[in-house]
């Protein structure tokens, strides 16, 4: 089978890391896959045998910003018909990312019976929280044009819904696939030396950004009144990362709360952790909590839009708060102190193969 990824460049972002995850798994079933990169962007490796192919917009008139769609469309739309004069048409098309979405739907030689734009985000969060009257509107026209009578696949449910309701789209088909792991990659990476192994500690992993609500979670850490130091891993901005640092100082847990920026391989300090915390207002999926689950470490996250409460079902669900800082001071207090079971046979539908053979179905469907 043939099959193409289209992505708005890879940097280092969640979406691009689960787009090279399908290729390595598809790759590694024996099908042919190319990934159209629209950027000359790339922070990971590539898995071998990928027909890579960098599709750059070279244009400088000053008008440039206002026919880039349309000129980036007819830039992508020339590629993959040469890629298919050459090597047969593709069997399967998945759009990654919003502004991708916006230039694969204007290729007009694509069957879009075998295109599936892939939603990773909570869009109605995403596009419109800081949009009001005309503006908002305006929005929702606009993505809805994009989507209309087209093939939605989501990282969860929710990330479906949201784009159906929220931007009144009829969709072609919709179906969900939740993001795939490579789990043995994981817990060798887990594996690594950390120099916070023997210790007691609690962590949050996810970039510095209003959306992850450090906020939140720094008050609701507070109120725990726990003594085990709070460890948070990425990065952000300096104004929103000063912003943060002048917070712990206000609730006085300056001294327990340790920002420790980028680190390349997180997964020994999410193993050696008692609990990792998310506190999000909405995530696409929440990929953090299922390498937590995989590392054995205990999770507690809002019940925000999005992956949360699908990933932390069962046992697990008694690890989901309200969106505010008491219940999630609470939720913090109960799993630290009573861990529920993980079960690792429940995490084996999230594999790398699983995952990109119910990809691979949707050129069935």
Known sequence: MRILFVIDGLPGGGAEKVVLTLVEGMISLGHHVSLFSLRDVLDYPLPERIDYRVITDNTRVFWRKLTEI???????????INAQHSNGNFDLVISNLHKTDRIVSQCHSLDWSKVWFCIH???SASYLGNKQGFRQWLKRQKISRVYQNKNIVGVSQAAVD???????????????????FDIEAILKLANEP??????SYLIHVG???PNKRHDRLLKAYAKTQLTYPLILIGKGNADYTEKLKLLTKELGIAERVKFMGFIPNPYPYIKHAKTLILSSDSEGFGNVLVEALICGTPVVSTNCPGGPATILSGNLAIGLAEM???SLAEKIILITNNPPTIEAKNLLDYGIIPTSLKYLALAND
């Not at 349309?70 to 993959?80: F, H, P, T």
């Not at 949201?162 to 795939?180: G, M």
């Open 162 to 180: 949201d784009l159906i309701q929220q931007f009144h789209i009829n969709a072609r088909r919709t179906t969900q696939i939740s993001n795939p």
């Open 207 to 209: 970039r510095l950004h």
């Open 324 to 326: 505010n800082e008491d």
């Open 194 to 199: 950390c120099e916070l192994e023997g210790s």
């Open 121 to 123: 985000g909570i869009f």
């Open 70 to 80: 349309q000129r980036r469309a007819k830039q992508l739309n020339d590629e993959i």
